[in-house]
């Protein structure tokens, strides 16, 4: 087993998709792929960024049609599809052969407190994955995917709980691991229970950013005093819009004209002034990407300053640790609970595990690891790969499914 590398010098590639207005078709509109997609929407090229695709499955959006730009419109499925083909093509570039079979990683809950449509979006995906050309295709989950990353590094049995928090979701998963069980293919008797919830690491970032940049825009702020009646405050649903499969939407000129016609709502016209130069600019994804360094910069402690000088010249925010405590803690909080329900569900006591496995992109938050680690304090905490775990973890278990004789 081996990690494909999907751009020069790295073998994990960022989930997004850049659209570029100009430029010719090629099995589809013109795009690029990870972080040449971030690159050129940094580079201010003309076209639209797609991110955090995995998000869309499950939802009403993914049979949508939506504009990327240059008179051209792509279903959200095909986008999805789009970027399985590049990993496809990637992955038989490194193995110089053609590949139809593939265990591809799905979180526990595509959709939390919703079977139908959990199913909905594993059936998606794998609408997509078959579009592509995978004929053979089987699904695992990614903590467990992860155990078994974790499985062949122990010399031991154990009772594990991984805890995979992603970009949009976050997962657990309880299992018995050891070298004696690795040897079998059927593992479901091993597997004591996985739960989730879908919070993670975008979400972080959206509470960052409504915490500590997008005041200085106008959120929550309140308008003027009219006729001695209490100021209202400024209507906040741009800012929530601006999530980044809606970003695209802020931008209809439509709704641009209306958002230009609302300058009276706001007592600072700074702030309004200052929302334009956003909407005007195309910058939301900009100052989602902004939020998300700060988050990172004080994952470890600390403080930190965003640099907002891209809309106003000097403007910039201070964030700290405490503020992004303040800003997390209900979702950090859902997301231990989410940990704990899933011990019960195995019908265990927090002293019963073994071992806590983190994996996942947003581990690397200081705050998150030890909340979770708080509420299993017997247990040993391991920490894999963030961002490759689950991958190799996958791949240990596909070549144990496809050889099954």
């Not at 007592?267 to 939301?284: N, S, T, Y």
């Amino acid at each position: 087993m081996r990690l494909v590398e999907l751009e020069p010098g790295h073998t994990t590639m960022p989930t997004a998709v850049f659209y570029f207005v100009d430029g010719p078709e090629h099995d589809g509109p013109p795009r690029a792929f990870g972080r040449a997609a971030v690159s050129a929407y940094v580079d201010g090229l003309d076209g639209r960024l797609m991110r955090s695709m995995k998000s869309i499955l499950g939802s009403s959006l993914i049979e949508q049609t939506t504009d990327v730009g240059g008179g051209r419109g792509v279903k959200y499925l095909d986008i999805v599809a789009g970027y399985l083909r590049h990993l496809k093509r990637c992955a038989e570039a490194d193995a110089k052969a053609p590949i139809e079979r593939a265990v591809l990683g799905r979180p526990v809950f595509f959709v939390d407190d919703d079977p139908a449509r959990d199913a909905q979006a594993q059936a998606a995906l794998e609408a997509a994955a078959r579009q592509v050309g995978f004929r053979d295709i089987h699904f695992q989950y990614e903590p467990i995917a992860a155990a078994f990353d974790h499985e062949r590094r122990i010399d031991h049995e154990e009772v594990v709980l991984v805890a995979d928090i992603g970009g949009g979701t976050s997962d657990f998963s309880v299992v018995r691991v050891g070298p004696e069980r690795a040897k079998r293919l059927e593992r479901k008797s091993d597997i004591l229970a996985n739960h989730g919830v879908h919070i993670a690491g975008t979400d972080f970032d959206r509470r960052v950013e409504l915490a500590a940049i997008l005041p200085e825009f106008g959120y929550g702020a309140f308008g003027p005093s009219i006729g001695g009646a209490p100021p209202r405050e400024v209507p906040s649903g741009v800012y929530f819009d601006r999530h980044r499969h809606l970003i695209n939407t802020v931008y209809n000129p439509a709704r641009v004209a209306e958002l230009r016609s609302m300058r009276g709502f706001y007592a600072d016209l700074r702030h309004h002034d200052r929302l334009m130069i956003v909407v005007d600019e195309r910058l939301g994804h900009e100052l989602a990407a902004r939020a998300e360094d700060g988050k990172i910069a004080v994952a470890e402690g600390g403080r930190t300053t965003i640099d907002l000088s891209h809309v106003e010249r000097r403007l910039a925010v201070e964030l700290t640790e405490p503020q992004a405590v303040a800003a997390l803690d209900a979702d950090i909080e859902r997301i231990v609970e989410a940990g704990r329900e899933t011990v019960r569900q195995a019908g265990l006591k927090p002293e019963g595990i073994d071992a806590l496995y983190f994996t996942g992109g947003s581990t690397g938050l200081r705050l998150l690891a030890q909340r979770i680690a708080s509420a299993f304090p017997a247990a040993r905490q391991v920490r894999g790969d963030r961002f490759a775990s689950v991958a190799s973890g996958l791949a240990v278990f596909a070549q144990r499914w496809f050889e099954r004789g």
